[in-house]
């Protein structure tokens, strides 16, 4: 599971950090940081994808937060029996306290 949370989160983490250092041009000295080739390469993607490049960064975006509640649900999928026992656990402990509170008191006035 952790090789598959480190080869599913690693692209991820350089796509955006790539996207994000090229879109504010934080190239460091190097060209494959720059705003430059940023808009080149979105311009190129756009041509081949037939859109704007403007509209491709949403997209993406989109596509990721998808992939990322796909991933979360099989994780969710896999601990299954770990989270039914942890929401019984909880439940039953909210349960014993609001009982506790509506409880009435033993002295009466």
Known sequence: MRNFLIFWGGPLLFLWGWYFLSYY????GMHFFSREL???VF???GNILGIA???IPPLVAR???FDTGLV???IAFRRRRK?????KAWRAERAAA?????LPSASVS
């Open 98 to 102: 609001s009982y506790a509170k509506e």
């Open 63 to 65: 596509a990721c937060i």
């Open 25 to 28: 041009d934080i190239s460091m």
């Open 53 to 55: 490049p403007e509209s």
């Open 38 to 40: 940023h808009d080149q």
């Open 43 to 45: 311009t190129i993607y």
């Open 83 to 87: 989270i039914i026992a942890w929401v």
């Open 72 to 74: 979360l649900l099989l």
